[in-house]
């Protein structure tokens, strides 16, 4: 028996399905808490909504399942807008979902619950409809949740004009510090902007909801949150190896959508001094403009610094004449399209990192202890970086010209302050502290493992009998 009244069959029968947006920065979070769920015995399958089985899967963890469901991309049309390709991917993926779930049902240990994506917001009535629970899984941090829970409220009237605090404790906020989308500084999309207020739409059917954050490093919002529905921080879900450590090899996430440079990436950094070079990635799907390129290029070769960045094979083009050129023949930097980006961060000659402030990027550098250079781009990122710098302290923001632009100047001030200025020591120190508190936070009995242990104690109790949701009447 592995807990009282529970035995090792009772966890075998338990089978979990989890379906993430088709996404780097998506699938990331939810593959590695599948892993979790795994390890606690659960039987899980990840879900990918992709018609062409596009990921590179050299490390795909043989503890979960991993199935794609059709999303009819393969017709895509490289001319669709944004808006036009989430509304066909809304129109498509709720009936392959559903067919695969129908296909479980028959299986040997039908599913019980669902945990999706919260972006995903359909999914929960496609749970019910089957008679599964559902339960979302919010990728973005408890504070970017909070500012898009009162939006969708009506809580927050856009376009917000600033400075004010949201929330009781919570530091005061300019415009530019709010996710984009809600202030006047940036319109996305209508459809993605609607995704992302109505993550809230049916919450109050959900059975749990999880967070991707940890308590300590949120606590006055996560408590904030929790009065207005039931929350629980399940994060931060990085690769067990530079955390607890309690996952077996597990050094990276398994799937990529990219093909990762490993072995060119590692010997470079082999061959530099300890804390001697500074990374630079803004995730894989960020898109600078020319101009931004180029002032990022020169700013990062003027800081006299080594540095290792990831510019994607669609990105390469907008990189200055000759800049490629001259960072190779001086030594200066590594330029490559992909990586394993935790296993670069916890290189020995890693010092710091310059990010684009994705909340995965953000928790991979808060949990490694690494100083941060912050230069967001849109959604959740503004958000992100003020906390960076003014309420966790562990990096710097560039700042931007009204044109929004980060110029080479500002951002070779930012690198040298971060690796040799006076500013970078204290920035260290608080690093380090944010690194042990990740740690304990997922460790044996910290905030996120016990939420994960009740959430699984929960989730067997599914198979046990002693709660089921009655399949409800199909949703129009």
Known sequence: MDREGTSQNDQEKAHILVVTYPVQGHINPLLQFSKHLASKGLKVTLIIPSSTTRFSAEATPSSISVAYIPDRYEEDDPTLSVDEKLKRFDAVVPQTLAEFIREQIDSKFPPKVLVYDSAMVWALDVAREHGLHGAPFFTHSCMVSAIYYLVHHGRLATPVQGPFSLIPSAPPLEASDLPSGVTTEYEPSPKLMS???????????????????????????????????????????????????????????????????????????????????IYVSFGSLASLGEEQMEELSWGLKNSNIRFLWVVRESEKMKL?????????????????????????????????????????????????????????????????????????????????????????????????????????KEIRKNCLRWKELAKQAVGDGGSSDKNINELVTQLIDTVTGAEYVKPVQSIK
């Open 320 to 424: 200055p004449p000759g800049f490629l050129d001259e960072i190779t023949t001086s030594d200066m930097g590594l330029v490559v399209a992909w990586c394993s980006q935790p296993q670069v961060l916890s290189h020995r000659a890693v010092s710091c990192f310059l990010t684009h402030c994705g909340w995965n990027s953000t928790l991979e550098g808060l949990s490694l202890g690494l100083p941060l250079v912050a230069m967001s781009q849109r959604m959740d990122q503004p958000t992100n970086a003020k906390f960076i710098e003014d309420v966790w302290k562990v990096g710097l923001r560039v700042r931007t010209s009204e044109k929004g632009i980060a110029s080479r100047e500002a951002i070779k001030a930012c690198v040298r302050e971060v690796m040799v200025g006076k500013k970078g």
């Open 195 to 277: 995704m992302v207020i109505n993550q809230f739409l049916n919450l109050d059917r959900a059975k749990w909801i999880l967070v991707n954050t940890f308590f300590e490093l949120e606590e006055e919002v996560v408590k904030w949150m929790r009065i207005q529905c039931p929350i629980m921080t399940i994060g931060p879900t990085i690769p067990s190896s530079y955390l607890d450590g309690r996952l077996e090899d597990d050094k990276e996430y398994g799937l990529s959508i990219f093909q990762p440079e490993m072995e060119s990436c590692m010997e470079w950094l082999d061959s530099k001094e300890t804390n001697s070079v």
